[in-house]
RNA sequence: GUGGGUAUAGCUUAGUUGGUUAAAGCGCCAGUUUGUGGCACUGGAGACCGUCGGUUCGAAUCCGACUAUCCACCCCA
């Protein structure tokens, strides 16, 4: 096979008759999101790479090695954005947003690009939708950020996933925690993993998520952030645990959440399953009330989340979630005979005024192989046009399911005809389903 | 970046201890007499058996390398 046919490593052809499942996930979404009151916003695919050293922080595996970075002809240094967060705050920053009265509430629906070994559950170029609040520092807006990603699994049908909370404290906590954690773990040092051992400096609370036994065993008897943060932080998370309560979002406190960007504070989460491999976190978010301030503006509490959705795809695949099929055809025209074909040109235009599904003879086929391809495509109604119909200007709707046969004219009075019939017929669907419970 | 598995038509697979025209189902196209689909039957197109090299009289089958892909580590959505 040429080379030209293949497609990079690491990314997926959405294709025509798969496409119906993204999209009834991202309306799902969408209109979630609406319900709480965000609005979409659109950054670019690319951005100067600084900003996201910047936002998503220069120790972290993104960063250091998973980015598309490469320099422009003009001498930039430009990457592909690895995540929504910091193309969103670099918006909100550069046009002011807080002039539009806090809080700013923004969805996202995009593309994110990070290079990483391809596996079940993980690609190169992926899709994540996302939600994020800007000036809010209320324990409230967290818990309205963990309820608005909880309903749209709830919406989507989803529920073998878990939610799992935490808080790793504001900076200040941090610092003390961190030590504790160094001092903690020095005491293990000739047994901890390799990767662990440079976590030690550099970031000892990712030594928490080592998945190698060891150090996991090791991590067990660790202090826990909740030991450690401030009791500001500490009444923080206790609110945030109270308004799930209230909600009925049910959630575990799983003191190893620790996330894997820099901007992370306090109130952190994810939402977890088992049944698609390794890769099973579908949604993570949390607070960044240091975000804003680090890409220089003013202090402003932030907070959201992003999911991933090749895996929720997968989640509801595994679970076995339907996704209805859109309609496909109202009304296929088989003509017979070019003078027909051209009647049929001009019919399916008006339905199609109509907003009607309409399709007629493209390729030049026999009536059979046209009965069969409006059979294929889920017409529900089609019209053969032949020389005699021609003639007395009025030819036969056939409904395709029943076999049903209703006579329209074939001129003006066409379009109303018909949807007289399609009206009907529906409504009468609808009553039959209903005597059928 | 580290491991391990897999590689036969568009898809799912068969291919017996290496033996000559590589097989099936699904899908696709067409036909089963006159202007009508779903079912059934018949036929057709479609594979240099991932690539390159090696062993052999002979390789889809054995060996090696490469490439792709999958799974796991890592990381994260």
Redesign the pocket.
């Known amino acids: ?1 040429a080379v030209i046919t ?5 990314t997926e052809d959405i294709l025509p008759g798969d496409s119906y499942k993204w999209q009834f996930v991202e309306d799902v979404m969408r209109k979630e999101a609406e319900c709480f009151g965000f609005k979409e916003i659109r950054t670019p695919v690319f951005e100067h790479t600084e900003l996201f050293n910047r936002g998503v922080g220069e120790t ?3 960063v250091q090695k ?1 980015m598309y970075t490469f320099d422009t002809k003009g001498g930039e240094s430009i990457t592909l954005r690895p ?1 929504g967060t910091a193309g969103a705050a670099r918006a909100y920053l550069e046009h002011a947003l807080h002039n539009d009265g806090l809080p700013i509430k923004a969805y996202y629906l995009l593309t ?1 690009y ?1 290079y ?9 170029e ?3 939708f996302g939600m994020e609040t800007y000036g809010a520092a209320d324990p409230r807006a967290d818990a309205e950020m963990i309820c608005a990603a909880n309903s749209v699994f709830d919406r989507l049908g989803i529920d073998n996933i878990r939610l799992e909370l935490n808080s790793i404290g504001c900076k200040n906590c941090r610092k003390n925690y961190t030590a504790a954690l160094k001092t903690y773990f020095e005491g293990y040092k000739d047994q901890l993993c390799e ?1 662990c051992l440079s ?1 030690l400096d550099r970031n000892p609370m ?1 030594i928490l ?4 036994e060891i150090c996991s065993g090791i991590a067990k008897n660790a202090p826990t952030v909740l030991e450690y943060i401030c009791s500001d932080c500490s009444q923080h998370f206790d609110m945030v645990k109270s308004y799930l309560d209230a909600a009925d979002v049910k959630y575990t406190v799983n003191p190893t959440i620790v ?3 820099d901007y992370y504070t306090r109130t952190v989460f ?2 977890v399953t088992d049944s698609i ?9 949390g607070r960044y009330d240091g975000l804003i301030e680090e890409l220089g503006g003013q202090p402003t509490p932030s907070l959201g ?7 929720l795809l997968m989640v509801m695949q595994a679970q076995g979630i339907e996704i209805p099929k859109p309609e496909t055809c109202d009304m296929y025209i ?1 003509p ?1 005979g070019e003078e027909a074909a051209k009647k049929a040109f001009v019919l399916v235009k008006s339905l199609r005024e109509a907003s009607l599904i309409a399709q007629t003879d493209i390729v030049g ?5 046209q ?6 495509i889920g ?1 529900k109604y ?1 019209i ?6 021609l003639n007395a200007n009025k ?2 709707v ?1 409904k ?4 049903e046969q209703f006579e329209v004219p074939l001129d003006e009075g066409f379009i109303d005809k018909f949807l007289e019939i399609y009206i009907s017929q529906n409504h009468k669907a609808v009553a039959d389903s209903f005597a059928g419970e």
């Not at 491999?277 to 978010?285: E, F, I, N, S, W």
Request: proline share 1%.
């Open positions: 096979m293949r497609k990079v490593k690491g972290t595996d993104v998973e995540e994110c990070r990483e070994k391809a596996q079940a559950g993980r690609q190169r992926f899709h994540q990767t976590r990712r998520d080592c998945k190698s996330r894997g960007l994810e939402f491999g390794a890769q099973g976190t579908v949604c993570g978010g989340f992003a999911m991933g959705l090749e895996r088989a017979l086929r026999a009536l059979k192989p009965m069969k391809y409006a059979n294929k017409a089609s053969v046009i032949g020389d005699d119909d030819a036969v056939k395709m399911d029943t076999h």
